[in-house]
């Protein structure tokens, strides 16, 4: 996959995008992820990449012209179909649903605005507006960083495991958030793991984190139980954890 990051602060991403599931993904060829300064699509000498918006009110917005010349580079002559995510407060709430639909393209264009946003003729470059939650951050730079990061360790062979390894993750098949894990040691500060746990019954331990998903998705977020997450009930499961 190719992942192009447009932004007016590219150092951003430097340390981010060059370490831990990232890195090796690059490595390994799995994704090439580019950062490309807006600024570089400015035409005076200044670098403008902002203006004073036409309704009044504080602050600057973001030229549509620098957009345009910016993503149309990124396409290239468009042969590559492209998904072009916009980030902006007003955009859908991102999920891991998103996430694992971003991850089937083969190239993803993202756009970082500041200020008080971007000009609105830029959102008919745009396939997707993506909001990272009903708060307001200075930029789009770390809504871009969680799409990137959270595509990129969904793609084949990145992460260790396959795709079991998501599968059983929070927001994964199930629908659930995933049940509490513990290593070793088995007792530590006199806080124990879970006797069941330490038994190496696998039919049991499968039976115990269901049931324990589903009661940290109740309490924690009960929309989820209501879109469908599930846990199939079955006697024996419950009568092991609630031993
Ligand atoms: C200060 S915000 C602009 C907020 C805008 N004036 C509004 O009220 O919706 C600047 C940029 O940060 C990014 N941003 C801020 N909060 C975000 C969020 N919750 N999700 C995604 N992007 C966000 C967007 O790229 C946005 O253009």
């Given amino acids: 996959m190719k992942i192009d990051v447009i932004t007016v602060f590219p150092e951003m991403f430097r340390g981010f995008f060059g370490e831990s599931i990232l890195k090796r993904a690059a490595a390994m060829g799995a994704?090439?992820?580019?950062?490309?300064?807006l600024r570089d699509f400015a035409t005076d000498r200044r670098r403008t990449v902002d203006d004073k918006p036409y309704s009044g009110g504080p602050g600057m917005l973001m030229k549509p012209e620098v957009w345009f010349q910016a993503v149309e580079a990124c396409m290239g002559d468009g042969s590559r179909p492209a998904r072009v995510v916009l980030t902006t407060p007003a955009g859908r709430p991102y999920t891991q649903r998103i996430a694992e639909e971003l991850s089937g393209a083969e190239h993803l264009v993202i756009l970082c605005g500041h200020y008080e946003g971007i000009d609105e003729r830029v959102s008919t470059l745009v396939t997707d507006e993506i909001s990272m939650g009903d708060f307001v951050l200075t930029g789009g730079?770390?809504?871009?960083?969680?799409?990137?990061?959270?595509?990129?360790?969904?793609?084949p062979g990145v992460l260790g495991g396959g795709s079991e390894a998501t599968a059983r993750e929070s927001f994964g098949a199930g629908g659930l958030l995933e049940a509490p894990q513990y290593t070793r040691p088995p007792e530590y500060r006199g806080l124990k793991v879970p006797p069941l746990l330490l038994n190496g019954d696998?039919?049991?331990?499968d039976g115990w984190r269901r049931r324990q998903a589903f009661d940290l998705t109740s309490r924690n977020r009960p929309d989820l139980i209501a879109m469908g997450g599930t846990y199939a009930v079955g006697g024996f499961e419950e009568r092991e954890e609630r031993q």
Avoid: Q
């Avoid at 871009?144 to 793609?155: G, I, M, N």
């Fill in 141 to 155: 730079e770390i809504p871009a960083a969680a799409v990137v990061d959270s595509v990129v360790r969904l793609l």
């Fill in 31 to 37: 994704a090439e992820i580019r950062t490309v300064d």
């Fill in 202 to 205: 696998h039919a049991k331990t």
